[in-house]
């Protein structure tokens, strides 16, 4: 039998995340631009959802096992929030951008009303 190496795998990992995520930049940029504006919400909160309930789980079972989180029991909730929280931060960042024109217009339509009555 082969033994697959570690950086092997990551590597692998990390190719068939991009195609991924470039997927989910143009599914956010769509879902952005449609008038209810919670569904350009929806991936960013996907993102950190379940990552935050993994990280819970996993504090909740190093306390209960009067381990305690000390040193490299650490590392795994930080390569999660740091894995799952930045692509979260960039497909909010793209529905703030995409949906600010939008906002804006609203405003002066607003204030054009007022203006006429």
Do not use: H
């Amino acid at each position: 039998m082969y033994a697959v190496s570690v950086n092997l795998i990551a590597i692998i990992f990390i190719i068939a995340s991009i195609p991924l995520f470039a997927g989910a930049i143009f599914l956010q940029i769509y879902l952005s631009k449609k008038e209810n504006r919670w569904l350009g919400l929806i991936l960013p909160i996907i993102y950190v959802v379940p990552p935050a309930g993994l990280i819970l789980l996993f504090v909740l079972r190093s306390l209960s096992a009067r381990a305690g989180i000390v040193g490299s029991a650490l590392i795994l909730p930080f390569c999660l929030i740091i894995v799952f929280t930045v692509p979260a931060i960039v497909l909010f960042i793209i529905y703030k951008t995409i949906r600010a024109p939008r906002k804006n217009k609203k405003e002066i339509d607003k204030m054009n009303i007022q203006d006429l009555s």
